[in-house]
């Protein structure tokens, strides 16, 4: 199996004056190719690497690079540091008394590090409701909502780890195929195991929404496998949120947000308080890397905000390579080549057509399996498509 993908990022300053980034990119493996260099490169806390640029009107920032996609991290051993960060609180991912509370009653009849993370994911699955976009980010929002997205899981997923002493991260990432195909989901860490990967909302996707997945490009697994387990293709921009940004971030002040000749967009709130994107940090760090964290000039605020999500995040592509990229393709032409021949049908009733029809139906159910999309299931469809294929040849014969 091939388990490389080619990623793009652009981000096209259309904004008024200096836009700056700072954009996470891969440490080893491969030098990305870069339209502008970098002005400064740090390593986080969580070891990624960040690199800020400056951009002047209307200059491209242009990223390609090829990365694997992300996988069990083999780490067996933790620094104190490392766990201290990891045990941290923070705005998004906030620990306070009554997190402790529901964490220590989640838990009380676990032992082991690995069985209260267990019930803490059991926890998140059944008593809350995948919903996007929420209103408000945060832990704290999402335990009084019990709505939010991938984010909101977990954060909270975190929050309630790291308040019974498990040390746990947020992933924040993308599916490896397709166009801004933003996710996040956990790790925790156990002494002796390593970093335990966790995704309470696909978890909770696949316990009570099945067929939202049942065409798409993502393999999915039992909603129970999705406790120390993922489909392999998923890539990891950052490895935590709240970053802290080098060089600092200036924020704009909540009196000069609202001094301003035209108020700027909040593209949503932060524990129920808005949060300006763009334009503010958390205590000195980006909320997550995803994987830029941009800075708009403040002659920005005399201009009408634009509601346009590559604005504030740009784009990124990410495509999957080998074989997975050849049955991607088949998938496709074969189920739209399909469609345009059972439309034609409707038409014209023509036996090379139905056998044309049925080839490639058979082709997009083989190409499901190849690349070990619901396998089981479309096994089933691919025979079942075969009797009438037979019929149409026997129709030509």
Known sequence: MNNKVDIQYTYHNSNKGLTNLWVSLPIDKTNPSLTLKPEKTSIDAGKSMISYFTLKENEHLKIHYSEDVYKKDEQREISQEEKKYYLRTGVLVQIDPEIIRLGESITADATTSM???????????????YNYPPKSRGAKSFLQSKKGDCGEYSFLFSSLCRSIGIPCRTLVGSWANGKLQA???NEFFVEE???????????YMQRYKKLQFLFSNIRTLAWEEYFGNTESQRVVFSKDVEIMLNPPYKNITDQEIEEANLKP????????KPFYWGYQSLNGTAPYIQPAYIQFDKINLNSKPI?????????????????QRFFYKLKIFSFYTFI??????FIVNNSVIDVVRNVFIILTGISFIARKERTILFCILTVLFFLPLLSSLSKLL
Request: glycine share 6%.
């Open 307 to 323: 509601k346009d999500g590559k604005r504030y995040l740009g784009s990124w592509e990410i495509k999957e390579t080998g074989y």
């Open 115 to 129: 069985d209260k993370a267990k019930l803490l994911f059991y926890y998140l699955v059944e008593n809350f409701k």
């Open 340 to 345: 345009t021949c059972f439309l034609i049908n």
């Open 193 to 203: 195991i390593g970093w335990v990967p966790v995704d309470c909302s696909m978890a």
């Open 183 to 185: 996710h996040v989901w």
């Open 265 to 272: 967009l909040s593209p949503f709130e932060i524990n129920e």
